[in-house]
């Protein structure tokens, strides 16, 4: 068996072995319920308080704008659910994409399903929404708008800089949410999210623990709770905070930070050998998304249909030679398995039932880059082959 090499990092990451340890400190020693009145709940009230200020930090935002949640899913459910529910009597419109994670599409859906009007915004060929479509789509009782910063599929950064510009600029009461789950720690965001209003981040993507999460509350803005108990996290979500998981999620924030300062143009540059390696070799593969040159390109995730072959069978081939990839993503939005981001961005069926996610991470290597094209290279050829034998070609 080869060594491993792991290139599906959007769908999550290993754990940092030092942010294991940091959390098992936490959980064996500062066990206290941070609600608790006695010193050990002050123990671990400093812990939630310290990593608070931490994401804050980075985000450049107020430490009480930090919600803790259980994930990328929850934060998305809460902002989306939450909002939209507390502000109905302003107008019932709200606007998102075709190309959202399945956590901000399904609440949309329901919200539908409770006599909300929603506009889904499609991108264009390389998955960007073009912010003339949203200015286009706004309406007087728009009150809502949720578009993700990086596409979990195909890396394509949207535009959100010049969106809430628009949104600032044409109707300033509109709240605007942004799913940065694939972009925290990976893609600059605007400095001080100005002009977002919320935002999902979520600790497992960048080498934190799974289960952990948090959204961004700018200060003014009210939401409806969907968990209700005991009133924590000033009563937005309610649950005693996962202490030992909330200290890990602010660790690996502040590793994250540092390596891919570090490492950003190196991750960029590699994106670009293991296309042009792919590409040399098989030159009728096709990349779905920006252009790894385009500044919509996200430098850690690589989409490629490899037309002829499926998608799923490329997966375990190359699991086989120790190399691990997706499908897209980990789920599909459709029936038949279809990516509802590569049917957005109206690819052929041969070119969605083809393709294969491969996604890097700041830790992800030169070598391992290297190493990883040539075994996919002769994985492809060999299915290649085999199916125009199969095929009587
Ligand atoms: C863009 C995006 N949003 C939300 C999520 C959900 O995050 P979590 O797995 O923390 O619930 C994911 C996870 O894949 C994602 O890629």
Do not use: F, M, W
């Given at each position: 068996m080869n060594e491993e090499i792991y290139l599906d990092n959007s769908a999550t990451t290993p754990i940092d072995p030092r942010v294991m340890e940091e959390m098992a400190r936490v959980a064996l020693?500062?066990?206290?319920?941070?609600?608790?009145?006695h010193r050990k709940g002050r123990e671990g009230e400093r812990v939630l308080t310290t990593s608070r200020k931490v994401l804050a930090d980075f985000l450049g935002v107020?430490?009480?704008?930090i919600i803790f949640t259980s994930g990328g899913t929850e934060s998305n459910n809460l902002a989306i659910l939450g909002i939209a529910r507390r502000y109905l009597r302003r107008g019932k419109h709200l606007i998102t994409t075709a190309i959202e994670h399945p956590s901000v599409l399904q609440p949309f859906q329901l919200l539908e399903k409770e006599g909300f009007e929603v506009t889904y915004l499609t991108p264009d060929s390389r998955g960007v929404i073009a912010p003339q479509d949203l200015l286009k789509a706004l309406k007087p009782e728009t009150i809502f708008v949720s578009i993700m910063h990086?596409?979990?599929?195909?890396?394509s950064i949207q535009p959100i800089q010049e969106i809430s510009g628009i949104l600032k600029r044409e109707k300033p009461e509109i709240i605007f949410h942004v799913d940065a789950v694939q972009s925290f720690g990976k893609v600059t965001l605007p400095p001080g999210l100005q002009g977002i209003d919320a935002l999902s981040i979520s600790?497992?993507?960048?080498h934190g623990p799974k289960g952990t999460g948090a959204l961004y509350l700018k200060s003014g803005i009210m939401i409806e709770p969907l968990l209700l108990g005991g009133g924590h996290e000033r009563g937005l979500r309610a649950g005693t905070e996962n202490t030992p998981g909330i200290a890990g999620m602010a660790l690996a924030a502040r590793y994250s930070f540092v390596e891919i300062n570090k490492k950003a143009a190196q991750l960029r540059q590699m994106k670009k050998q293991f296309i042009s390696d792919l590409q040399t070799r098989h030159p009728w593969i096709r990349i779905n998304g920006?252009?790894?040159?385009?500044?919509?390109?996200?430098?850690?995730i690589v989409n490629i249909s490899f037309p002829g072959l499926k998608g799923e069978i490329i997966v375990h081939a190359l699991e086989e030679q120790g190399i691990y990839a997706s499908t897209?993503?980990?789920?599909?939005?459709?029936s038949k398995g279809e990516s509802h981001v590569l049917q957005a961005m109206k690819l052929g069926r041969a070119e969605m039932e083809g393709a294969v996610r491969f996604s890097f991470s700041a830790r992800t290597t030169q070598e391992e880059i290297t190493r990883a094209v040539q075994r996919i290279n002769e994985v492809i050829s060999g299915l290649k082959q085999l199916t125009e034998k199969m095929a009587g070609v």
């Open positions: 020693q500062i066990y206290g319920n941070p609600s608790s009145l107020r430490d009480s704008e990086v596409n979990n599929e195909v890396g600790a497992h993507k960048l920006p252009g790894v040159d385009e500044k919509e390109s996200a430098p850690h897209g993503s980990a789920c599909h939005s459709n």
